[in-house]
């Protein structure tokens, strides 16, 4: 008879993954050292998850911001640009960022494929579209909601990994910044 799953084991286990994912990379991700550094072993971690892909894609559902609470109540386009802006910074340097960096992983390995994360980075990507193309009906800041929830989400994401790569604070910060303004302004010009 099989022993029931150690659901606490189970969520420790996946809170460890996506911080060694972050500092080691997901290119050359082997279930052996993961699980060393776990303190468990490659079999346990198969029994949990089933296949490194799923105990990936299982950690980083446990690290996705609840976008829905992000824009919620926001209908003021002030505070849209404000909610935008936060949160670039949270993911970009705060908080977030090791979850970003694992994140900014999982899509270019999405980009492959038959890539078994291809669910994952499609699922991440409309949510994250379609509450901010929510909020921007809201508050009236787009005649294309979709559109331009595109062009936020995409263009933040690059900007954060032009961060991860090259390190350079200020001229990203900037940039994001710059390409709210340009995207939502408002205030006339």
Same mark, same amino acid.
């Not at 003021?76 to 949160?87: I, N, Q």
């Not at 991860?164 to 006339?188: C, N, Q, S, W």
């Given at each position: !008879?099989?022993?029931?799953?150690?659901?606490?084991?189970?969520?420790?286990?996946?809170?460890?993954?996506?911080?060694? %994912?972050?500092?080691?990379?997901?290119?050359?991700?082997?279930?052996?050292?993961?699980?060393?550094?776990?303190?468990?072993?490659?079999? !346990?971690? %198969?029994?949990?998850?089933?296949?490194?892909?799923?105990?990936?894609?299982?950690?980083?559902?446990?690290? *996705?911001?609840?976008?829905?609470?992000?824009?919620?109540?926001?209908?003021?386009?002030?505070?849209?640009?404000?909610?935008?802006?936060?949160?670039?910074?949270?993911?970009?340097?705060?908080?977030?960022?090791?979850?970003?960096?694992?994140?900014?992983?999982?899509?270019?390995?999405?980009?492959?494929?038959?890539?078994?994360?291809?669910?994952?980075?499609?699922?991440? %990507?409309?949510?994250?579209?379609?509450?901010?193309?929510?909020?921007?009906?809201?508050?009236?800041?787009?005649?294309?909601?979709?559109?331009?929830?595109?062009?936020?989400?995409?263009?933040?994401?690059?900007?954060?990994?032009?961060? !991860?790569?090259?390190?350079?604070?200020?001229?990203?910060? *900037?940039?994001?910044?710059?390409? %709210?303004?340009?995207?939502?302004?408002?205030?006339?010009?």
């Amino acid at each position: !008879m099989a022993r029931p799953l150690d659901h606490q084991k189970r969520a420790d286990l996946l809170a460890g993954v996506v911080a060694y %994912i972050a500092g080691h990379g997901l290119a050359a991700l082997s279930l052996r050292p993961l699980a060393a550094e776990l303190g468990t072993s490659s079999r !346990m971690l %198969i029994y949990y998850f089933g296949t490194k892909e799923e105990l990936l894609v299982q950690a980083l559902a446990t690290q *996705r911001p609840d976008l829905t609470a992000l824009f919620v109540d926001v209908v003021e386009p002030e505070a849209l640009c404000d909610r935008l802006v936060g949160f670039f910074d949270l993911n970009s340097e705060g908080a977030e960022a090791d979850s970003v960096r694992v994140l900014l992983q999982v899509l270019g390995a999405a980009c492959a494929p038959d890539s078994p994360y291809q669910d994952y980075a499609n699922a991440a %990507i409309a949510t994250f579209v379609t509450e901010l193309a929510a909020a921007l009906r809201r508050t009236g800041l787009a005649e294309d909601p979709e559109v331009v929830a595109t062009l936020l989400v995409s263009a933040l994401r690059g900007i954060i990994q032009d961060r !991860m790569i090259t390190g350079d604070r200020e001229r990203t910060t *900037r940039a994001a910044r710059t390409l %709210i303004a340009a995207v939502l302004p408002t205030r006339p010009r």
